[in-house]
Nanobody
Framework: QVQLVEFGGGSVQAGGSLSLSCTVS????????MGWFRRVPGKERERVAR???????TYADSVKGRFTISKDSAKNTLYLQMNALTPMDTAMYFC???????????????????WGQGTQVTVSS
């Protein structure tokens, strides 16, 4: 059984930082494309960052230079370091795993088969 559980959400002031983690069981982070997504009520789920099995990363333009996705294969954990946060980053954040090694084959949220329950990030101005 595949299970993803996010930790680390919370409230922070604009300009601050938060670090999210996602513990994974049932699949290994080094085998598959892993990603972070976020959703604001009333809007579609947005892709934030992805990391392929070989460590290749991609980011949404809105977070480039501020967010960093990484993984620790020994701990089977996915991370998202978020710096210089703005109120526009307020959302529910989800980690997800796709059934592909390369994120090249998983451009859409629907390409990710496994999802965590989400963790709320709130950034105040």
């Amino acid at each position: 059984q595949v299970q993803l559980v996010e930790f680390g959400g919370g409230s922070v002031q604009a300009g601050g930082s938060l670090s999210l983690s996602c513990t994974v069981s049932g699949v290994t982070t080094f085998e598959f494309c892993m990603g972070w997504f976020r959703r604001v009520p009333g809007k579609e789920r947005e892709r934030v960052a992805r990391i392929s099995s070989d460590g290749t990363t991609t980011y949404a333009d809105s977070v480039k230079g501020r967010f960093t996705i990484s993984k620790d294969s020994a701990k089977n954990t996915l991370y998202l370091q978020m710096n210089a946060l703005t109120p526009m980053d307020t959302a529910m954040y989800f980690c997800a795993a796709a059934g592909f090694k390369s994120c090249r084959y998983a451009p859409r949220p629907s390409d990710f088969a496994y999802w965590g329950q989400g963790t709320q990030v709130t950034v105040s101005s």
